[in-house]
């Protein structure tokens, strides 16, 4: 199965291609080249490689004192995510009830796959995000930074999440620990 995702999802990650243009349209093969000029609508649905293809272009830009490019572009679109879009989704004193919230929020985004988090205890959680189509150390990486963002906008403080799995080998599940202060 390929893959779909909104218009919404892609909207960061084009805005940020278009601004670096002159940078980044040589990086972007050719059949990409549109969502340079193209209107992007938030409603439609694109196929998840080109999100794919794009957020990869977009990891070369940045800034270098991130050690992690992947799950800045996660901190980055969840920013963009829960504070313009999806403001809705962020519970602001209560880190558990907007974590609680990520299965929702992943079925506005995404057409293949689901997400469901696991209380773990006080101000822990396991999500698991299956049979979705792109599993590997890049999408853990983005999906932790989300989540990091996610729990920050709720108010938590000492944040840590931890890629347990991020879906390799054939795998079709990825797993995160997540852990904060209230």
């Known amino acids: 199965m390929e893959g779909r995702v909104k218009g919404?999802?892609?909207m960061t990650v084009v805005k940020e291609l278009r601004e670096r243009r002159d940078h980044a349209e040589p990086l972007v093969d050719a059949d990409l080249r549109s969502y340079f000029?193209?209107?992007?609508?938030v409603t439609k649905w694109y196929p998840e490689t080109h999100y794919r293809r794009l957020l990869q272009v977009l990891s070369h830009f940045v800034p270098g004192v991130e050690r992690d490019p992947w799950r800045w572009l996660g901190r980055k679109s969840a920013g963009v995510d829960l504070v313009e879009i999806y403001y809705t989704m962020v519970d602001r004193s209560n880190p558990w009830a907007t974590l609680e919230r990520l299965p929702r929020l992943w079925k506005l985004?995404?057409?293949?796959g689901s997400a469901d988090v696991g209380y773990q205890g006080p101000n822990r959680a396991q999500v698991l995000i299956r049979?979705?189509?792109?599993?590997?150390?890049?999408?853990?990486?983005f999906q932790a930074g989300y989540m990091e963002k996610m729990l920050r906008l709720s108010g938590a403080t000492?944040?840590?999440?931890r890629v347990l799995d991020?879906?390799?080998f054939g795998v079709r599940?990825?797993?995160?620990?997540a852990t904060w202060s209230a």
Request: negative net charge.
């Open 8 to 10: 919404s999802c892609l």
């Open 173 to 177: 599940s990825a797993r995160w620990q």
């Open 109 to 112: 985004f995404h057409d293949s």
């Open 131 to 141: 049979d979705y189509v792109w599993l590997d150390d890049r999408f853990g990486s």
């Open 37 to 41: 000029d193209e209107l992007l609508l």
């Open 166 to 168: 991020s879906g390799r």
């Open 158 to 161: 000492g944040i840590q999440v």
